[in-house]
């Protein structure tokens, strides 16, 4: 069959679908965790940071470092009376510009179930112990919060809800199988440098 | 450029590096296979596309954030592929055959076989120089604009239309040959 040039573009045509339709090989599933990992919070300037401040009041202001020692309670109270969201934006998770002398970073969980009559985080930052990180329900943001102290480092961790329902964080970004039907989410605490990070 | 992507670049420089994580997971699928098509070895691509991710994050203030990310981190991957290749001593899968050098001899009576698939074109494609190839993966396989790929590739509009052209020629050629 002679091939023409009407008949050679149709060729070139069906070969850039072709092209189109190749399968790619999955990347592994830790690569982006493990970026992440590497990175540091890019440092925005003093008055960068400041206006950002006074436009977003969802951000977390700077904290004046606690002294060594001070209740994980008493944090999250304090939090909770600096960070209050704009109506109609909430906060997902957020690591406070926090750093106890023993390179603990302060984390708050938040989780959306207001049909819940107990909530607690468990995961890796204790070997998945039945004893989880209990959480306060919080009656003004409708939400349930907790705060965890961890050093740097990448944590999987889920709720448990009501003793009983294992759920993971909807508003995480990175979630990995557990191997037994549900999924995990992932926190990576990188190095600190003052701004708030959530995740 | 991709939805919300200048709303994340804007979030990763206000310290915002978890935002970051959604560019890596939109993109590390195409720069693993750039840099599995360059290496050849499972190990180089992995490594290599976290560098790739990890140096566009560090040189993401010089980013224009409403120009598109990705084939402004795609030529980053390819650079960073070049350079381990030379580092490791070690040749391209191909040589570099120039726009000057290329021809193509269109045989009249050949001809395409109707059974040709994806594993033929892929077969092929890694026959091909490593500039057509990547012209286009890019322009068919990612979907970019011409002018995208000419910015990817460091070429002007023209020659990323003859890059993109003469490529689809030379692959028919090849799988022809089949």
Known sequence: MKKTPVNIERDLSRISRLIADIRYAEPPESL??????????????????????????VSVTPLKLLPAGVSVLAVFALAVTLFWPSPGERIVTERINEVTEQGLNTVMLFLDRPDATDVEVIGSFNNWSQEGVRMVWDKDRGLWVGVLQLKRGSYEYAFRVNQKEIVADPKAILLRDDGFGHQNSILIIGNGNGNETRI | ????????????????????????????????NLMLRMTGSEQDAVDLTQ?????????LEKFNPSAPFFPWLYTMGLNLARDFLRRARRSPIDSYESENSFSV????????????DGQDVME?????????????????HEGLSVSEVAGALGLSLSAAKMRIHRGLLKLRQLLEKQ
Request: aromatic share 10%; glycine share 4%; net charge positive.
């Open chain 1, 32 to 57: 982006t965790e493990k970026v992440l990992a590497n990175l540091k919070p890019k440092k925005l300037a003093l008055w960068e940071r400041l206006w950002r401040r006074l436009r977003t009041p």
């Open chain 2, 1 to 32: 450029m991709a939805s919300g992507e200048e709303t994340l670049v804007h979030e990763i420089l206000s310290g915002d590096v978890n935002s970051y994580a959604l560019l890596v997971k939109r993109y590390q699928k195409p720069i693993y």
């Open chain 2, 51 to 59: 560098e790739a991710f990890v140096k566009a994050y560090e040189k």
């Open chain 2, 105 to 116: 001899e269109i045989d009249q009576d050949d001809r395409l076989a109707d059974q040709i």
């Open chain 2, 124 to 140: 092929g494609l890694q026959a091909l120089p490593v500039e057509y190839r990547e012209a286009l993966l890019l322009r068919f």
